[in-house]
């Protein structure tokens, strides 16, 4: 029993770290198809052609990367895909994406109260600016903010973690480990405390979506809700800038 533990533990390492090469991968192959192909065609890279070699590289990548760790995480979740929605779980989406604004005022409480003032986390810096440049930019942030990281992420940081790290243990664990390594994930280039903080308290609400209702597409749901009231805001912006 412990040793079919350890190896739940390692296996699930394994595929954190498989999924996150695979994440990159999707956006560096993305980023390298549209730059490629505006220059062999010597045009800008928001012409349609780079752009749709960039979303098909995507979605092409989005497919193999999806495919693998379906396969894996079904060895320890044999139900895990997508299922006929169920209007009484598809509530935890909505409550799901309450608890993401609520953790959301708490950081901006805790951050205001202890500094004075409110800081942007870098990560969402990062992709204001690149959606600030426009076109093919403004599309690829779209994308991957919309439809790529809400299943890659969801697989990665709630179909592993949860499935793989103390599934039998206490109700919390995982999903606190599952919300911390998700924080993590997204402040590791450049670390700030209480992005770190507003990105675990979103983990552990989509960690808690997918235990409430046991499938991982209402996480996915939660998450693409969430990304996309973000996104609407980035277009606005960038049509505004």
């Known amino acids: ?78 139900k895990l895909g997508l299922h006929p929605i169920k209007a009484e779980k598809l509530t935890w989406v909505f409550k799901g994406y309450g608890l993401i604004l609520l953790s959301g005022m708490v950081t901006i409480l805790l951050q205001t109260l202890i500094t004075g003032s409110r800081e942007t986390a870098n990560n969402q810096q990062a992709l204001e600016d690149m959606a600030n440049a426009g076109g093919a930019s403004l599309l690829f942030v779209v994308v991957l903010a919309v439809i790529v990281a809400p299943i890659v992420e969801e697989l990665i940081f709630r179909g592993v973690i949860l499935n793989f790290f103390f599934k039998q243990g206490p109700w919390w664990l995982n999903i606190v480990i599952s919300g911390v390594l998700f924080g993590y994930f997204h402040v590791y280039q450049d670390f700030q405390i209480f992005a770190l903080l507003q990105y675990s308290l979103m983990g552990l609400s989509l960690a808690i979506v997918y235990k409430k209702t046991k499938q991982i597409q209402y996480a996915m749901l939660t998450h693409m809700l969430n990304n996309s009231v973000a996104a609407v805001a980035l277009v606005t912006m960038a049509l505004h800038h």
Not at 36 to 64: D, E, F, Y
Request: proline letters at 3%.
């Open 1 to 78: 029993m412990l040793k079919g533990h350890y190896r739940n533990l390692f296996t699930g390492i394994i595929l954190i770290i498989v999924g996150i090469i695979l994440d990159f991968a999707i956006q560096l192959a993305g980023t390298l198809a549209n730059e490629t192909i505006a220059k062999a065609i010597n045009v800008s890279r928001n012409h349609w052609l780079p752009v749709m070699g960039m979303c098909l590289t995507i979605a092409l990548l989005l497919v193999v990367t999806v495919t693998i760790l379906v396969h894996a995480i079904r060895k320890q979740a044999p």
